[in-house]
T-cell receptor
Framework: QQQVKQSPQSLIVQKGGIPIINCAYE??????FPWYQQFPGKGPALLIA?????SEKKEGRFTISFNKSAKQFSLHIMDSQPGDSATYFC????????????FGKGTHLIIQP | EPEVTQTPSHQVTQMGQEVILRCVPI?????FYWYRQILGQKVEFLVS????????KSEIFDDQFSVERPDGSNFTLKIRSTKLEDSAMYFC?????????FGDGTRLSIL
């Protein structure tokens, strides 16, 4: 019940395309859903996050769509660039500061020039 | 921009030895965390720490692990008697509630 399932495992998109990464969760106590970007040799860096009181959030070229009834959320990257090539992790938490994040398994994204 | 710093970047230790991983969280944050990432796998939560005590811990965080905030700036993770399966990247994170900000990790290699 604690799992966050992420797909696809890997994704190749042409520059300018819109990669979409999907996550699903079971634990209805989760109420905070961040996306992290990780480059090789670096720690996860927060990209964007959403709480379930909204269905969509945009920050720059990154958009989270959230479907509370389906317990699913997704990341869309608009006008993707080769510099966006990285591993992307979705995560979820019950939201309190003490609660650890439960991460998905990650999506290795390659944006081809 | 303030960041979480971790030392060392790479630690090589013999199996059975004790190891201490060090972190300097962002200065005004209240919550501190340790995570690990086994090569090619997902990031896994180990423990959270608030007000000088453990707040939450996962099943991974057994008696071989301990955490400490020995002074006003450092946050450490100790593994008492390392095993081969402890080889992983260990990430420290800090925050004041959400979001959590991660350091670049310590790669722990157990021989």
């Amino acid at each position: 019940q604690q799992q966050v399932k992420q797909s696809p495992q890997s994704l190749i998109v042409q520059k300018g395309g819109i990669p979409i990464i999907n996550c699903a969760y079971e634990n209805t106590a989760f109420d905070y859903f961040p996306w992290y970007q990780q480059f090789p040799g670096k720690g996860p860096a927060l990209l964007i996050a959403i709480r379930p009181d909204v269905s969509e959030k945009k920050e720059g070229r990154f958009t989270i769509s959230f479907n509370k009834s389906a317990k699913q959320f997704s990341l869309h990257i608009m006008d993707s660039q080769p510099g966006d090539s990285a591993t992307y992790f979705c995560a979820a938490s019950a939201g309190g500061g003490a609660d650890g994040l439960t991460f998905g398994k990650g999506t290795h994204l390659i944006i081809q020039p | 921009e303030p960041e979480v710093t971790q030392t060392p970047s790479h630690q090589v230790t013999q199996m059975g030895q004790e190891v201490i991983l060090r972190c300097v969280p962002i200065s005004n944050h209240l919550y501190f965390y340790w995570y690990r990432q086994i090569l090619g796998q997902k990031v896994e939560f180990l423990v959270s720490f608030y007000n000088n005590e453990i707040s939450e811990k996962s099943e991974i965080f057994d008696d071989q692990f301990s955490v400490e905030r020995p002074d006003g700036s450092n946050f450490t993770l100790k593994i008492r008697s390392t095993k081969l399966e402890d080889s992983a990247m260990y990430f420290c994170a800090s925050g004041s509630g959400q979001p959590q900000h991660f350091g670049d990790g310590t790669r722990l290699s157990i021989l």
